[in-house]
C-alpha cells in the first residue's frame, strides 16, 4: 500500500519540480508513515530554523515557531501540488506563520512598537558581527506594523524583490511596493531623528 | 549625508551571514500531531458508543412490543384484575 501511494508521487519528481525524495517521503507522509515525515523535517529543519529566526530573536519563541512550521505543513500536506519545489512552499508557510505570530503580539501590544532606544549602530567599515548587525536590523524593523515590517525582513534578510514578496504572501505587487515605500520612509525618519547614517 | 536606509543595506548584508540557532522539532511535532489525531477520534468514539446504547433500547422497546403485538393474550394477562 505505502509503495503504491509513493508511485503515485512519481510524476512530480519526473516533472523535475520536486526532488526524489521529497516526493517519495511526502507520499509516505500521507499513507501514515511516521519516520518519512521525520526525514522531510531533518532535510528542511536548517532552511526554516533560519527563516524563523528572523520573527523573533528569542531561542524558545525561535524553536516554537519552527515546530508550528512542520505542523502546519502535515496539515495542509494533501494540499501541496507540486507546481513549484518542496522548499517553496514550506517556505510560503513558514512566511505566513511569522506573519500571523507578529500579528497576535502586536494586537497585545498595540500596533507599532515604540522606539525607546536604538541598539549601538554597528560598524559596517570594517563590518562587525553579523550577530550585532541583526539585532540592530531586528530591534529597527521591530518599530513598524507587521505588514511593512513583514516586506523589509524578507528583502533585508532574504533579498527578496517585490514580485517575490507578493508571490510568497499573495499579495499584489502593488501593495508590496507601497509598503516598503511607507516602511523605508518611516526608517529613513526615525534614524536620521537618531542622528544616525550620517 | 549617505541616505540612512542605504546604510541600511549595508548592514544587511552583514546581518544576513548569521547563523540561526539549531533546532531540534522533529520529536516534538511528531507528539503533537499524534496529540492531535487522538483528540480528533475521541468525539466519534463517544458518538459510536452512544448509537451502540440507543440502539440497544430501541431493541428493548421494540422487542416489548413485539410480545405485545404478536400474543394476543399478553395483554389479558397483565391486566385483567385477579377476581374474588
Known amino acids: 500500500m505505502a509503495h503504491e501511494l509513493t508511485l503515485g508521487w512519481e510524476h512530480l519528481a519526473v516533472a523535475g519540480l520536486v526532488a526524489r525524495e521529497d516526493a517519495d517521503d511526502i507520499g509516505l507522509s500521507l499513507a501514515g508513515d511516521e519516520a518519512a515525515f521525520g526525514r522531510l523535517i531533518d532535510r528542511y529543519e536548517g532552511l526554516i530554523g533560519q527563516q524563523m529566526w528572523r520573527f523573533t530573536r528569542d531561542r524558545a519563541t525561535h524553536e516554537e515557531l519552527v515546530q508550528e512550521v512542520f505542523v502546519q505543513a502535515y496539515l495542509s500536506l494533501k494540499g501541496f501540488r507540486g507546481q513549484a519545489p518542496f522548499e517553496h512552499w514550506l517556505r510560503r508557510i513558514a512566511t505566513r506563520t511569522g506573519y500571523r505570530f507578529w500579528q497576535e503580539a502586536a494586537k497585545r501590544r498595540g500596533r507599532e512598537a515604540p522606539l525607546d532606544a536604538l541598539p549601538a549602530e554597528p560598524s559596517v567599515d570594517p563590518p562587525g558581527t553579523a550577530s550585532e548587525a541583526a539585532e540592530y536590523l531586528f530591534v529597527l524593523l521591530e518599530t513598524l506594523a507587521p505588514q511593512d515590517r513583514l516586506v523589509l525582513t524578507l528583502h533585508y534578510f532574504e533579498q527578496l524583490d517585490t514580485q517575490e514578496i507578493a508571490d510568497r504572501m499573495g499579495w499584489s505587487r502593488t501593495l508590496v511596493k507601497v509598503r516598503a515605500h511607507r516602511a523605508r520612509a518611516k526608517l529613513r525618519r526615525q534614524l536620521e531623528a537618531a542622528g544616525y547614517g550620517g | 549625508m549617505r541616505d540612512a536606509v542605504e546604510h541600511l543595506e549595508r548592514i544587511a548584508a552583514v546581518a544576513r551571514c548569521e547563523q540561526a540557532p539549531r533546532t531540534g522539532v522533529a520529536a516534538a511535532v511528531l507528539c503533537e500531531l499524534r496529540a492531535q489525531a487522538a483528540a480528533e477520534e475521541r468525539p466519534m468514539l463517544i458518538f459510536a458508543l452512544g448509537s451502540v446504547a440507543m440502539a440497544g433500547v ?27
Do not use: C, E, K
Open chain 2, 58 to 84: 430501541f431493541a428493548m422497546a421494540g422487542l416489548y412490543l413485539f410480545d405485545s403485538i404478536t400474543d394476543p393474550l399478553a395483554l389479558l394477562f397483565h391486566t385483567t384484575p385477579v377476581l374474588g
